[in-house]
């Protein structure tokens, strides 16, 4: 089983069906170099990379925006057409007045499996006591929350919010909450390193960005600024693939992992036992 963790598909043709929302996702995102791609694309993608399942995504940024840029709705209906191949998270703006209603809506009614949350753009730190009812719930239900960390290319952020090191009291306060470091922090790779080693609810996925290629960028990230040790004996329970496509590549990302000299049982594990894991099973 080979499962991406961090897949955003606001540009997904079945969700975009609205001109001026599509307008909004490329100026929100700033992202304008893509058209909308249909099932059958992204589907051939994923073969292609050999992936099995796509972990997808929400993006509510409520507050800057009036709306969200992808509704939990709009996740549910894409995990409605493929249930085999997509894996919903839901999404809210945390510091929205509707966001614990929201969230328990996504989780009991629209059945989505965890939360994205993105402090650098909506402006909180992790510690931040105003979403403890937001933990609470996901604590409830039993759902993981997938973080933004490190640098953001979107518009309106903030790196000081989503700096690694800013989610250790959550962690510690909160042991049974399963939390995802996505990018793995980068820059700040040996902080999430540091979480990982120290909390064992602290997960982090290989969604980095690479400003060369995907090779040459996880061969520094993985073998020298975090020795290929790390991760093939201590952290290897705790990594998961994610590609952050459709800004990156998951061809050339999937390929570049199978590159770093990793045991086959490493492997596997990052491919997507750690996913499963993380998500409570499939």
Known sequence: MFIDMHVHPAFYEPINGDSRKEDLRHDALDIHLNGTAPLEHIFNQMSCAGLDRLCLLPQDYRREHGEPLVANEEIKALVDLAPDKFIGFAGVDPLHKDAEEDLEYAFEELGLRGLKLHPSRQHFYPSDERLAKIYDICEAYKKPIVFHSGLSWEPNTLSKYSRPAEFEEL????????????????????????????????????????????????????????????????????????????????????????????????????????????????
Request: charged residues 20%; glycine residues 8%.
């Open 171 to 282: 962690a510690a306060l909160r042991p049974g909450l399963k939390i995802c470091l996505a990018h793995f922090g980068w820059p700040w790779v040996q902080e999430t390193a540091m979480l990982m080693l120290k909390y064992p609810n602290v997960y982090a996925d290989t969604g980095i960005l690479y400003f060369d290629n995907a090779w040459e960028f996880y061969k520094k990230v993985f073998t020298q600024d975090i020795p290929a040790s790390w991760i093939d004996r201590s952290l290897r329970h705790q990594v998961m693939f994610g590609s952050n496509n459709p800004r990156f590549e998951q061809i050339r990302m999937a390929d570049a992992l199978t590159k770093l000299g990793f045991r086959e049982s490493t492997l596997e594990l990052v491919k997507g036992k750690n996913a499963v894991e993380f998500l409570g099973g499939l």
